[in-house]
């Protein structure tokens, strides 16, 4: 992993799943944040792939580890593995194709099975450039994403539209998730009537502990 130069020690690395019905653009939403790239052509994920992003929150970089497999079923690696660590999640379906989002609850469903932390989800309703024959309302988007407890967005991997702002919008709830859980923590309380908090990691010695931050991926 490149590492950027730590001057206060503190480094947050999350990590995201992409999940969806096959075709619904999953790769392209990750190469297009990613990369700020989009494949007309792309082909069907084998097994999985991930990319690492970095934003900026309250002057600390944030990374996102975001993983993406494969739509079809007979091309998905060992599902526990994917889902192991993440505290974010993309669940995408295409506004083009109703049957991507009928299939959006059995996807919930695998990702509560396989995860055993808080994730921050995020409804994706892709290829709003496709509105001329939308087959599904951004009604009925929202209105399952208030259902579900989730963010939801309309995105274009194509034309770029919402993409950053859908991944940035998880990272960032993950990032309050992981503060909270830090703050709530009895160490950090015992730790407050101690002395003053630092709330990082200690940086210099390589070994990092990711002492609140259970979410986070080892390394
Ligand atoms: N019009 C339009 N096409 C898109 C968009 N995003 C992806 N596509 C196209 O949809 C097709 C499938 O995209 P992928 O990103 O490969 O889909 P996927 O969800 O990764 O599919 P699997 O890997 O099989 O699960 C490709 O032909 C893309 O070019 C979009 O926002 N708008
Ligand atoms: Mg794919």
Same mark, same amino acid.
Request: hydrophobic share 35%; with cysteine; proline share 0%.
């Given at each position: 992993?490149?590492?950027?130069?730590?001057?206060?020690?503190?480094?947050?690395?999350?990590?995201?799943?992409?999940?969806?019905?096959?075709?619904?653009?999953?790769?392209?939403?990750?190469?297009?944040?990613?990369?700020?790239?989009?494949?007309?052509?792309?082909?069907?994920?084998?097994?999985?792939?991930?990319?690492?992003?970095?934003?900026?929150?309250?002057?600390?970089?944030?990374?996102?580890?975001?993983?993406?497999?494969?739509?079809?079923?007979?091309?998905?690696?060992?599902?526990?593995?994917?889902?192991?660590?993440?505290?974010?999640?993309?669940?995408?379906?295409?506004?083009?194709? %109703? /049957?991507?989002? #009928?299939?959006? +609850?059995?996807?919930?469903? &695998?990702?509560?099975?396989?995860?055993? !932390?808080? @994730?921050? $989800?995020?409804?994706?309703?892709?290829?709003?450039?496709?509105?001329?024959?939308?087959?599904?309302?951004?009604?009925?988007? %929202? /209105?399952?994403? #208030?259902?579900? +407890?989730?963010?939801?967005? &309309?995105?274009?991997?194509?034309?770029? !539209?919402? @993409?950053? $702002?859908?991944?940035?919008?998880?990272?960032?709830?993950?990032?309050?998730?992981?503060?909270?859980?830090?703050?709530?923590?009895?160490?950090?309380?015992?730790?407050?009537?101690?002395?003053?908090?630092?709330?990082?990691?200690?940086?210099?010695?390589?070994?990092? $502990?990711?002492?609140?931050?259970?979410?986070?991926?080892?390394?």
């Amino acid at each position: 992993m490149s590492s950027s130069d730590e001057e206060g020690g503190e480094e947050y690395l999350f990590k995201i799943v992409i999940i969806g019905d096959s075709a619904v653009g999953k790769s392209n939403l990750l190469s297009r944040y990613a990369r700020n790239e989009f494949n007309l052509h792309s082909k069907a994920t084998i097994g999985v792939e991930f990319q690492t992003q970095s934003m900026e929150i309250d002057g600390k970089e944030v990374k996102a580890q975001i993983w993406d497999t494969a739509g079809q079923e007979r091309f998905r690696a060992v599902t526990s593995a994917y889902y192991r660590g993440a505290v974010g999640a993309l669940v995408v379906y295409d506004i083009s194709r %109703k /049957t991507t989002f #009928e299939s959006v +609850g059995r996807w919930l469903d &695998e990702l509560k099975m396989h995860s055993d !932390t808080t @994730v921050a $989800k995020m409804l994706v309703g892709n290829k709003c450039d496709l509105d001329n024959i939308r087959d599904v309302s951004i009604e009925d988007g %929202k /209105t399952l994403a #208030e259902e579900e +407890g989730l963010f939801f967005m &309309e995105t274009s991997a194509l034309d770029s !539209t919402n @993409v950053k $702002k859908a991944f940035e919008i998880v990272i960032r709830e993950i990032y309050n998730n992981v503060s909270r859980k830090v703050l709530n923590s009895d160490a950090y309380k015992a730790e407050l009537s101690l002395n003053r908090v630092t709330i990082s990691n200690d940086g210099n010695d390589g070994s990092k $502990k990711s002492g609140g931050f259970a979410s986070c991926c080892s390394r």
